[in-house]
């Protein structure tokens, strides 16, 4: 996420959040990059191809081009800007999507994680997700943490299959209802044997998004961080 999508980024996270954030304190927090990752996810139309879906490594060299089907049925490019531009054209399509999180010593904190309503349902807040576990593990820190409601399931059990489980609980949390947060930590991302985990998850993710039929994928995280 560049300031530039910043006001864009409002507009979508307007149709995702009862609270979203004020476009001040996305400015405040892209000017600490060594603090924050902010990322946006973009649908790429032109892009529509019958190439095999890929994930090429993390950080700021690396591509992430992950292929759906859409209603036409024809593979689409969802690309995690600006890993995914391609033939030095600058044209940016239009943001679907947006995640982020806070680095602090030996941890991550996931604070958002969102999806346009009607791009959910086809795996794109799980590819959100995993972009930010793999920029926790690039980061070398130990733990990511998150808050979720208490009434969000979907995202719950999308963190669960991730190795992550309710610590605590936050009273009121959500100022829009007063809904209390589950606080929720992962397993320690140093662990050799929780990477290979995370690398399966990833892969299957990558398997299922290729040539699943979307109408029976499980639904996008969205809301809280996720």
């Not at 992550?164 to 606080?183: C, H, K, L, V």
């Amino acid at each position: 996420m560049t300031e530039a999508d910043i006001e864009e980024v409002s507009r979508v996270e307007a149709r995702c959040f009862t609270n979203p954030w004020p476009i001040s304190a996305y400015q405040r927090e892209l000017k600490r990059p060594e603090h924050n990752y902010y990322i946006v996810l973009r649908d790429d139309p032109e892009s529509d191809s019958n190439d095999t879906l890929s994930s090429s490594g993390t950080g700021p060299d690396a591509e992430f081009d992950w292929s759906v089907n859409v209603r036409s049925r024809r593979p689409r490019r969802f690309v995690l800007w600006p890993f995914g531009r391609r033939n030095g054209n600058n044209h940016k399509p239009p943001i679907i999507g947006f995640a982020g999180m806070w680095n602090m010593l030996d941890e991550s904190h996931i604070t958002t994680i969102g999806v346009l309503p009607e791009y959910r349902g086809r795996g794109l807040g799980e590819v959100l997700f995993i972009s930010m576990m793999e920029e926790a593990k690039r980061r070398e820190v130990t733990w990511v943490t998150l808050e979720v409601r208490v009434t969000n399931h979907s995202a719950q059990n999308l963190y669960r299959k991730y190795g992550f489980t309710i610590q605590g609980r936050r009273p009121r949390y959500y100022s829009d209802n007063n809904e209390d947060a589950f606080i929720m930590w992962s397993e320690s991302i140093r662990d050799p044997a929780y990477l290979d985990r995370l690398e399966q998850l990833k892969r299957q993710l990558v398997h299922r998004m290729s040539f699943e039929d979307q109408s029976h994928s499980s639904p996008a995280a969205a809301g809280d961080a996720g």
